[in-house]
Each structure stands twice: as C-alpha cells, then as structure tokens.
C-alpha cells in the first residue's frame, strides 16, 4: 500500500487539513498525520526527512501557517516530493504562508498549492503515487470521471433553467 506523511506545524492547523486526510484514504493511500514544527522542533523536522523514505512513504504533505518553513525544511533534507499546503492563519489572510511555502531557493523545489487547499494535496500526492501504483492510478480516473459527469449534469440543470426563463 502507498504511504504519505502529512505533517503540520501547529495543531491548529488540522481542521484545514481534513479534507486532505479524507482524500487520501478515499484513493487508498495511508496516511500518518503528525505535528512536527519548522521552528520549535526543527531536529524533529530534520529526523523526519531523512528517514522518510526508508520509513516507507512516497510522498510528503507539509502544512504550516505564518512563516509556513515546514515543507522548506523537509524538502532539504529528502528526495522524496514534498508538497507544501499554506495554511490561512490571521495575518494577512495566508498570503504571507503562500509567499513563505512557494518561494523555494534554486534545488529545493516544493510543489505548491492554493491556500488552505488541502484537497488539492492529496490529489497531487495520488497523480505522484498513480505513476507507480495501479490501484490509486485507477481510483483516479474514476475519481475524473464522476467530475465530468457531475458537470454534464450541472450544464444540463443550467441549459433548462435558462429556457425557462421569460
């Protein structure tokens, strides 16, 4: 089975992080959930990384607010991917945690996603998990499927709202 490692900095942090955990499991893939910060456990952070990939996991989701340096700090010290969520915290609406998680100096990449876009985290982690893994490859395309559909049905609802208008 596919392993991802979602690490926060903070605990507060985790309400904006559930849709992420639900989206794993929904693709089959584990995921252990940790509390591992940037800043105040940075030996933590660095133990982490380096051990990650002998610990079995294919992909890293690093979620953090404010200075948001988490997925900075793990990315230095893995070859695994590592995806970054900025989390909203109550400065400056998350921007501040989106300039801090995507501003990557040169070799260090961190994949980036919208602010507090968990969701979005995990389907990267499953597309990166898919390239060698049939089973989440397949929960995918079913997952782009039930999408479009969902689509044709709203444009169906929407084209006969509109007729009925006078």
Known sequence: ????????????????????????????????????????????AHEFAETAEDNGYNVIIAAAGK?????????????????????KSSLMDGLDSLLSVVQMPSGIPVATVAVNGSENAAILAAQIIASTDPAVKAKLKAHKESMKAAIIEKDKAIAQKAKEIE
Do not use: N, Y
């Open 1 to 44: 089975m596919s392993k991802a490692a979602l690490i926060m900095g903070s605990d507060s942090d985790f309400d904006a992080l559930v849709p992420c955990i639900k989206t794993l499991k929904k693709f089959g893939i584990e995921v252990d959930v940790r509390v591992i910060s940037a800043h105040r456990s940075p030996e933590l």
């Open 67 to 87: 200075a948001a340096h988490l997925a900075g700090v793990l990315a230095a010290f893995t070859t695994l991917p590592v995806i970054g969520i900025p989390v």
